[in-house]
């Protein structure tokens, strides 16, 4: 994914996701940029380096589905930097 891509979700105050669909199995994978990069911290320290793309990993068992509670909660989500530049995840009302 693009660094350029990458800081931009980071920046956006609402959910930023990423979807990968396999055609072939008919599967549609999703990735919230934002919860990657908080739960993967040391991943920021990449978003410096100079380069102009990074690997980010979709979990396998983050399959789209008809009624999927957990996309419900991430766009219910309100993203901010805190006081040492450290991105928090809060629950709109």
């Known amino acids: 994914m693009e660094v350029k891509t990458i800081l931009y979700a980071l920046a956006a105050n ?18 919230p940029i934002q919860d ?3 739960a993967n911290n040391p991943e920021f ?9 990074i690997s980010v990993h979709i979990p396998l068992d983050n ?13 219910k989500s309100v993203y901010l930097d805190g006081p040492s530049k450290t991105l928090k995840k809060y629950r709109s009302c």
């Open 14 to 31: 609402s959910a930023f996701i990423l979807f990968y669909v396999d055609v072939k199995n008919e599967n549609v994978y999703y990735l």
């Open 36 to 38: 990657y990069f908080i």
């Open 45 to 53: 320290n990449k978003l410096n380096t100079g380069q102009k793309t």
């Open 63 to 75: 399959i789209l589905s008809d009624d999927d509670f957990d996309l419900q909660e991430i766009a």
